[in-house]
């Protein structure tokens, strides 16, 4: 079911925006194209300028996560650091085309840094969303698998953060 809602809402972003591609089309090809073939030249052009589209965004750099994560105690507690790219919120054409990314850092306080620990035994910020899902951790491998508990929608929305790590400690100095 999820593939056919994919799939509709594909066709359903092509044919928008080749219907905004035609419309922009439609002046200049006014005054360059003879009369009888200007309704072909803007269906092909507006079809393959929305193809293009597509595939560019469909094969752009998305964020990404390091292979690495490192851990360190604090206290009474441990903290894990994961570092990655995310990709620049663009406010215009241009700074969408370039698809530009920062680097981005992540702490999680976990209460122990061996085994399995559940969402809900993170600490939350007040006015957030709770955590579920689990960290895995075992000698110098993490895994992690958490969730928002966007408790407004109904969902468990998915962080960026999660996936498979090597565990570096830090030293403490």
């Known amino acids: 079911m999820g593939t056919v809602i994919i799939i509709i809402l594909a066709l359903l972003g092509f044919l928008i925006l080749s219907g905004i591609v035609y419309l922009v089309l439609l002046l200049p090809t006014k005054y360059l194209v003879k009369t009888d073939k200007r309704k072909i030249v803007r269906l092909v052009l507006s079809s393959l300028t929305a193809l293009a589209i597509m595939a560019y965004y469909l094969f752009v750099p998305a964020s990404s996560n390091d292979d690495t994560a490192s851990i360190e105690k604090v206290g009474d507690s441990y903290v894990l650091t994961l570092t990655g790219e995310r990709v620049l919120m663009a406010h215009d054409l241009i700074s969408a085309l370039k698809s530009e990314t920062y680097p ?29 899902g689990t960290l895995n ?3 110098d491998n993490l895994i992690i698998d958490l969730y928002a508990d966007n408790y407004d929608d109904k969902t468990k929305d998915p962080i960026s953060w999660n996936g498979q790590y090597k565990l570096k400690w830090k030293k403490v100095d």
């Open 104 to 132: 981005d850092t992540f702490k999680i306080v976990i209460p122990r840094a061996q085994g399995i620990i559940n969402g809900t035994e993170l600490p939350t910020e007040k006015g957030h969303y709770g955590t579920l």
């Open 137 to 139: 951790i075992s000698d």
